[in-house]
């Protein structure tokens, strides 16, 4: 079975440039997450999507991140204009539902760098 | 509020046990999880445990809760170089799966 993908693994980028990541969640999931996760800290998550709807969003900065889902299955998320404190792995998580014994499974994420 | 709380580091001895701690803030959480993060990987699920448990087994890995003290902790035994990872203690919050994670147990395994 084929995990979590994301792309790029690693973006460098300017601070008031743009930025988006890419997540294609397991085959069958309903579920997808994103989380930031600074560097000493864990994964913080910043939006939930039940399908191609977003049930969690409270901790998404909407000034500036944006996120879609749009077909219910592969997600993106953008940084629109990005600041040096958006320097962070971004996780990609995808579960089959909402249940507590509903596995989260994570890609390997995409590291971005804010110069 | 939501809060989950780890020792930053641990080094022990090949062959010795390790014993990683966690607190939580939120007593209504029903699910408490350990994930193990190796470098340049995303986090893998370990194990969980229900709120109505108080120790689960899964081959080296024990899990202890001590639900009164809001207190969770992940023993390995025989630990191994290959366990050598950051450990990250979460929990259930809300009704939507939504975890909140711990800042992560650094463990150092040493010959």
């Known amino acids: 079975e084929a995990g979590v993908a994301q792309s790029p693994r690693y973006k460098i980028i300017e601070k008031r440039q743009s930025v988006a990541f890419w997540c294609n969640p397991i085959s069958g999931h309903a579920t997808l997450y994103w989380y930031q996760q600074i560097l000493g800290q864990g994964p913080k998550l910043l939006i939930q999507?039940?399908?191609?709807?977003?049930?969690?969003d409270s901790q998404l900065p909407k000034d500036r991140f944006s996120a879609e889902r749009l077909k219910g299955v592969d997600s993106t998320l953008k940084i629109q204009p990005a600041k040096l404190e958006d320097s962070a792995v971004y996780l990609c998580?995808?579960?089959?539902?909402?249940?507590?014994?509903?596995?989260?499974?994570f890609g390997p994420g995409t590291r971005l760098t804010v110069l | 509020g939501e809060d989950v709380e780890q020792s930053l580091f641990l080094s022990v001895r090949e062959g010795d046990s390790s014993v990683i701690n966690c607190t939580y803030t939120?007593?209504?959480?029903?699910?408490l999880y350990w994930y193990k993060q190796e470098p340049g990987a995303g986090l893998q699920l370990l194990t969980y445990i229900f709120s109505n448990m108080d120790m689960k087994q899964d081959q080296r890995l024990t899990v202890l809760l001590n639900k009164k003290d809001k207190h969770l902790s992940l023993r390995i035994a025989d630990t191994q170089t290959g366990d050598s990872a950051i450990y990250f203690c979460?929990?259930?919050?809300?009704?939507?799966?939504?975890?909140?994670f711990g800042a992560g147990t650094r463990l150092a395994v040493h010959p």
């Open positions: 979460a929990e259930k919050a809300g009704g939507y799966n939504k975890l909140i």
């Open positions: 999507f039940q399908n191609n709807g977003v049930v969690d």
């Open positions: 998580a995808s579960s089959l539902g909402t249940g507590g014994t509903d596995t989260q499974y």
């Open positions: 939120d007593s209504s959480s029903t699910y």
